[in-house]
């Protein structure tokens, strides 16, 4: 048998009698979890699905063994307020909570005691901490949501554009540096959002949380300059980001519970 897409982090590519030996050595899996929606004229709309699978899979190639599981992606997110361009597949926010609360559940009935859901679309993610909270509610594990809090402050710093969040200056030059051939260039534009109050600033320190459908905001559906971007930004930001999320995943990953609870759970 061919050994090409075995891995031995790839939950999905162990057999039952593999994952339990493993299971002894390592408590901690990655959950990626995209989105399939409009990403501008010029980039895929498989962006938030192929960084969050992209980002899993570098960082458990870079972490110390026993390195910890990488599970299948969800790659549907929610994404109703993109709904008015093509391509955009939507799921409930509801469906998403229910789906990964049971991926999670399943994981600790398995005996997964850390789950880290890296996730690459922001609009999952009041619905991702949701699912994480019930989980933790229930099955008394370890859950956290990523969406990039880890080395935002980073990304930021090597960026000129202001609220620079959906197929702008940072995810056109994290698409360049991974996958050239699937950005046009030619078609990228700047939509930059001047939103004029900090309150409402989607990259202000002083932001609310707020929602709007992207057609009231954008034609393009860019929200950012998609023309600043770069190859190099890109490789950048994935180092850095890579970087972060393995010294997080590593200094949870061997940490027994209590610990990580300090003795208080
Ligand atoms: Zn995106």
């Given at each position: 048998m061919s050994d090409k897409y075995k891995r031995d982090f790839l939950w999905e590519t162990l057999t039952w009698k593999e994952i339990e030996a493993r299971l002894?050595?390592?408590?901690?899996?990655?959950?990626?979890?995209?989105?399939?929606?409009?990403?501008?004229?010029?980039?895929?709309?498989?962006?938030d699905y192929?960084?969050?699978?992209?980002?899993?899979?570098?960082?458990?190639?870079?972490c110390a063994d026993p390195k910890p599981f990488v599970l299948p992606p969800i790659p549907f997110g929610v994404s109703y307020h993109h709904s008015a361009f093509k391509g955009t597949l939507s799921v409930t926010n509801n469906a998403l909570a229910a789906f990964v609360y049971d991926i999670g559940?399943?994981?600790?009935?398995n005996g997964?005691?850390?789950?880290?859901?890296?996730?690459?679309?922001g609009d999952n993610k009041p619905t991702l901490s949701f699912a994480a909270q019930m989980i933790n509610r229930d099955a008394k594990i370890f859950v956290c949501v990523d969406t990039g809090e880890s080395s935002d402050v980073d990304l930021y710093s090597l960026i000129e554009t202001p609220n620079d969040i959906h197929a702008g200056e940072l995810e056109t030059s994290t698409t360049l540096a991974v996958r050239p051939d699937l950005v046009n260039m030619d078609l990228a534009v700047d939509e930059t959002l001047d939103l004029n109050n900090e309150y409402l600033d989607f990259t202000s320190e002083r932001g609310v949380n707020w929602y709007v459908h992207t057609q009231r905001i954008s034609e393009s559906g860019v929200m950012g300059n998609a023309k600043k971007a770069t190859i190099e930004k890109g490789r950048k930001m994935w180092e850095i980001s890579i970087e972060k999320m393995v010294e997080f995943v590593e200094s949870i990953k061997n940490t027994p519970l209590e610990k990580l609870y300090q003795n208080r759970y």
């Open positions: 002894k050595l390592v408590d901690t899996a990655i959950l990626p979890c995209g989105a399939i929606e409009q990403h501008g004229p010029h980039l895929p709309v498989d962006v192929f960084d969050a699978v992209y980002m899993a899979e570098k960082v458990a190639e870079r559940m399943s994981l600790a009935h997964i005691k850390k789950i880290v859901i890296i996730n690459g679309h």
